[in-house]
């Protein structure tokens, strides 16, 4: 799995030094989210979303911590990102989804695709260096003729 464990590498958190920091598998953030540091036990820090339900919860206030985004460190690196593409059912619609991700230097992991109600629903997981390259992939996928859902998901 890429960029997901992590000894700091690409993490600031504030006014602490040293501690095995993970981005969390539930909603992985990417350069560019805004993110927060859950202090687990005997597991370091491990990287949220800001908007992530997982820390958005009292039990869960008392151990969070400042996190940032050390750039300079994470400029090669590639995160994985789930997304949920809704779109009309039509001849070449997946393939025309795929073109629009490889145009925007997106890699495809792992792609599930359904047809119900004449409604196509692609799950894929792919990577991303940021979220402005997210930003403009999700551009470039609902650019494609019947496309009109692109959700990024969080487990």
């Not at 629009?100 to 991303?128: F, H």
Request: aromatic share 4%.
């Amino acid at each position: 799995m890429l960029a997901v464990d992590m000894f700091n590498e690409g993490l600031h958190i504030k006014g602490v030094d040293g501690l095995k920091t993970q981005l969390s598998k539930c909603c992985n953030p990417i350069p560019g989210d805004e993110i927060i540091g859950f202090v687990s036990q005997g597991q370091g820090i491990k990287v949220h979303r800001k908007d992530c339900p997982n820390v958005n919860n009292a039990q869960a206030k008392p151990r969070l911590i400042e996190v940032y985004w050390d750039y300079p460190s994470i400029e090669t690196k590639r995160f994985e990102v789930d997304l949920v593409v809704k779109g009309a059912d039509r001849i070449n619609l997946l393939t025309e989804v795929i073109t629009a991700l490889g145009s925007s230097k997106v890699n495809i992991l792992n792609l599930q695709a359904n047809v119900e109600d004449a409604i196509a629903t692609l799950t894929l997981k792919i990577t991303v260096d940021s979220s402005e390259h997210l930003k403009t992939a999700k551009a470039n996928v609902m650019k494609v003729v019947g496309v009109y859902e692109i959700e990024r998901v969080i487990h």
